[in-house]
């Protein structure tokens, strides 16, 4: 079994209420003159209290094409990204040429050299260090890629492995488009970054990586995802994901936990990706949880929105950071994202 030694989150600096964030979507997706009453419903029901976005609010109008966003996004995603990867290895006792393997997944930028070789060059990571960058798995990306560092462990159990997700989310928002979509988006997503530490061998203060499960969903590939435009990524996001959640969460959780001879009911910590309101509603529902085994996801969501990949590696690090769980616990990680699909892990404390 491969050990999580660290988990580290970063945000920007700039912080916005809700109602801030409201009044400039307002501004920058609707019509003159429209009615912004749908608007405001979408957001107010969001259960966001605040976000962290890369740019001053002021900025996001000045936004000039897909071409200028994404030179944003190099340029904080660097940043936020060493930021991260430090914060991870200090935690873990590591330095950066300590690192064998380090993965790198967005779904909100594209850059060629990709990030992690930009913040493997910064933190002077060694030249022999491996790459493995990833995109197109979105909110899922965060648990899939503790999964696939884990399946590479096995193979490697002597390695020290980076997981760095950075999300910035806020400016793939486009501009002029009062699709429901993309109203939603305004409301739920934010920007941030985290990086996971994970060992081979070597027993760790975090938890163990005991088993993984992933389930691509047939005939869902509009539920989620991207729209490549001229003006950017334009989101493709289905009203039905809950539904989706409900059909084949159970099933998904139910089957990984009895191939360990383990129920719901024996799982003592749940680490979810906090998808918005509805969705977790559905994950409760599905998995017979009461609110509060998903209270940390609740309060991340409050506290700084649905970062995609990112999001689920800082509910981990708000977790590890709280009371420990007793010590030989389960606990079950996990998220879904565009293909449509799940990522289970499966930890122990």
């Not at 050990?3 to 609707?30: C, K």
């Not at 590479?152 to 989310?169: D, F, I, K, Q, R």
Request: glycine share 12%.
């Amino acid at each position: 079994m491969s050990s999580i030694a660290a988990v580290h989150g970063v945000v920007p600096t700039h912080r916005y209420t809700q109602a801030e964030i409201t009044e400039l979507a307002a501004q920058v997706f609707l019509p003159e003159g429209a009615d912004q009453g749908l608007l405001k419903r979408l957001h107010g029901s969001a259960q966001v209290e605040s976000r962290h976005l890369v740019l001053p609010l002021e900025e996001y109008r000045k936004l000039d094409g897909f071409g200028a966003a994404n030179d944003a996004f190099i340029s904080a995603a660097v940043d936020l990204g060493a930021e991260a990867v430090s914060g991870a290895l200090e935690q873990a006792g590591l330095t950066p040429a300590d690192v064998d393997v380090i993965m790198f997944t967005s779904v909100t930028g594209i850059a060629a050299p990709s990030i992690e070789a930009r913040v493997a060059g910064r933190l002077k990571m060694r030249p022999d260090v491996k790459r493995i960058p990833i995109f197109g798995l979105g909110c899922v990306a965060g648990a899939a890629g503790i999964a696939r560092l884990h399946d590479y462990l096995l193979g490697w159990p002597g390695h020290v492995a980076v997981l760095l997700s950075v999300e910035l989310c806020s400016l793939t928002l486009q501009q002029g488009d009062a699709s429901v979509a993309n109203l939603v988006a305004s409301a739920l997503f934010g920007d941030g970054a985290a990086a996971v530490v994970i060992r081979g061998s070597g027993r760790t203060a975090g938890p163990q990586v005991v088993a993984t499960r992933s389930h691509l969903y047939p005939c869902s590939e509009r539920v989620m995802g991207w729209e490549v435009r001229d003006s950017g990524l334009g989101i493709v996001l289905d009203a039905g994901v809950p539904e989706i959640v409900r059909a084949y969460l159970p099933d998904d959780v139910g089957g990984l936990l009895a191939e360990h001879g383990l129920t719901s009911k024996d799982v003592h910590t749940w680490v979810c990706h906090p998808g918005g309101p509805k969705v977790l509603e559905a994950v409760a529902e599905a998995l017979d949880l009461p609110r509060e085994s998903l209270g940390v996801t609740w309060r991340s969501l409050a506290a700084i929105g649905n970062l995609s990949s990112a999001s689920v590696l800082h509910v981990l690090a708000d977790t590890m950071r709280g009371p420990a769980p007793p010590t030989g616990s389960a606990g079950l990680l996990m998220a879904m994202g565009p293909g449509f699909c799940s990522e289970l892990v499966l930890l122990r404390w």
